[in-house]
T-cell receptor, first 116, second 116 residues
Framework: DARVTQTPRHKVTEMGQEVTMRCQPI?????VFWYRQTMMQGLELLAYFRNRAPLDDSGMPKDRFSAEMPDATLATLKIQPSEPRDSAVYFCASGLNIGGGVYEQYFGPGTRLTVT | AQSVAQPEDQVNVAEGNPLTVKCTYS??????LFWYVQYPNRGLQFLLKYITGDNLVKGSYGFEAEFNKSQTSFHLKKPSALVSDSALYFCAVRDVFQTGANNLFFGTGTRLTVIP
């Protein structure tokens, strides 16, 4: 049963610290999405990659956030320095091409980040 | 431009009764439409999709949704609600004619509570 995995599941850190979240997409999926979910903003797209290349990261605060895919089995989202307003649940999703440029997305369990 | 609206933040229904979670969309062309469900402390799970063909789409866990082009709606339905259906439901859309970006636009979510 193929799944998207994310680590860590929970992270508590102090303001100013670096945070790295990791995602392992489903093998064979060539598209990876990063989302942030908060009560106030709902589900926001931060960035996504296709074939490891970043296609859109316009939803991401560039000054502190960075996203990479060092290889096909690992995607990372890094925040440096972290701020309390970054507290949220961060989801990774890998995409299965169902045609027409549309990807059916499979979500990981999320990383719950708390910045104090 | 594309967008999706879920007009109800919260839906309550008695166990055994039919349920409906509403979704309306706006796209320039024809839509691809999706429903996802999120259980507590979990990532989003795919329920069903409409790409083309029959307007009535059947998905996981006994859910179905009807695509109505004239009303630009894609309401999620189930004939008999279970307590275990209580969760957060997201509608998502993508314009068929959208080029470049592969991401979906998600609604703000509707919290369904099934009362025993």
């Amino acid at each position: 049963d193929a799944r998207v995995t994310q680590t860590p599941r929970h992270k508590v850190t102090e303001m100013g610290q670096e945070v790295t979240m990791r995602c392992q997409p489903i093998l064979g999926h060539n598209t990876v999405f990063w989302y942030r979910q908060t009560m106030m903003q709902g589900l926001e797209l931060l960035a996504y990659f296709r074939n490891r290349a970043p296609l859109d990261d316009s939803g991401m605060p560039k000054d502190r956030f960075s996203a990479e895919m060092p290889d096909a089995t690992l995607a990372t989202l890094k925040i440096q320095p972290s701020e309390p307003r970054d507290s949220a649940v961060y989801f990774c999703a890998s995409g299965l091409n169902i045609g027409g440029g549309v990807y059916e997305q499979y979500f990981g369990p999320g990383t719950r980040l708390t910045v104090t | 431009a594309q967008s999706v609206a879920q007009p109800e933040d919260q839906v309550n229904v008695a166990e055994g009764n039919p349920l409906t979670v509403k979704c309306t969309y706006s796209v320039s062309g024809n839509p691809y439409l999706f429903w996802y469900v999120q259980y507590p402390n979990r990532g989003l799970q795919f329920l069903l999709k409409y790409i083309t063909g029959d307007n009535l789409v059947k998905g996981s866990y006994g859910f179905e949704a009807e695509f109505n082009k004239s009303q630009t709606s894609f309401h999620l339905k189930k004939p008999s609600a279970l307590v275990s259906d209580s969760a957060l439901y997201f509608c998502a859309v993508r314009d068929v004619f959208q080029t470049g970006a592969n991401n979906l636009f998600f609604g703000t979510g509707t919290r369904l509570t099934v009362i025993p």
